[in-house]
Antibody, heavy 119, light 106 residues
């Protein structure tokens, strides 16, 4: 069955970087974009961007541009999201997801990775 | 960016009630509107995609309707497992924005 398994929780200091990985299995990894979404404590969902595993192309929301890098490794079936220059308001659960549908709805999600930014 | 306005932000209801949540887009998004359910500490789960198509495995008491800018999610008869937070999302254009969520409480 389809699984997206994310890396474990991280604690970082302001100004540092964090890299969250998402290992896919049970489907053709190169065939579908991987999306990244985050959720601050008690808040809503915020789309961060996507990476295309087959082309390595990526797109991100404007607020993250210049600070986020989304990559993929088709040999291992793993996507990664690196966020730089962390601030306290980057404290959130970060999810990877993908859509098997043409309308890009997210039908499969990872379990989430909590990133805490604290001095 | 496309703004998604969900209402209400919270809702108290009882088992067996019929509940409707609405989502309005700031511009037409055709039918690129999806609904998710999220329970505490868990990832969101897709309920309805393309405005009205029930995701596999989702009970038939959930339904969605609408197109253009106005959409609704209806739960025909609330069950205990339905108490959760619901989000709408548009994938008509990036950034793929979400509504702010509706917390459904007993």
């Amino acid at each position: 069955q389809v699984q997206l398994v994310q890396s474990g929780a991280e604690v970082k200091k302001p100004g540092a970087s964090v890299k969250v990985s998402c290992k896919a299995s049970g489907y053709t990894f190169s065939g579908y974009y991987i999306q990244w979404v985050r959720q601050a404590p008690g808040q809503g969902l915020e789309w961060m961007g996507w990476v295309n595993p087959i082309s390595a192309g990526a797109d991100s929301a404007q607020k993250f541009q210049g600070r986020v890098t989304m990559t993929s490794d088709t040999s291992s079936g793993t996507a990664s999201m690196e966020l730089n220059r962390l601030r306290s308001d980057d404290t959130a659960v970060y999810y990877c997801a993908y859509s098997s549908y043409s309308d890009s709805s997210f039908d499969y999600w990872g379990q989430g990775t909590l990133v805490t930014v604290s001095p | 960016d496309m703004q998604m306005t969900q209402s209400p932000s919270s809702l108290s209801a009882s088992i067996g009630d019929r509940v409707t949540i609405t989502c309005r887009a700031s511009q037409s998004i055709s039918s690129y509107l999806h609904w998710y359910q999220q329970k505490p500490g868990k990832a969101p789960q897709l309920l309805i995609f393309s405005a009205s198509t029930l995701q596999s495995g989702v009970p038939s008491r959930f339904s969605g309707s609408g197109s253009g800018t106005d959409f609704t999610l209806t739960i025909s008869s609330l069950q205990p497992d339905d108490f959760a937070t619901y989000f709408c999302q548009q994938t008509y254009s990036t950034p793929y924005t979400f509504g702010q969520g509706t917390k459904l409480e007993i």
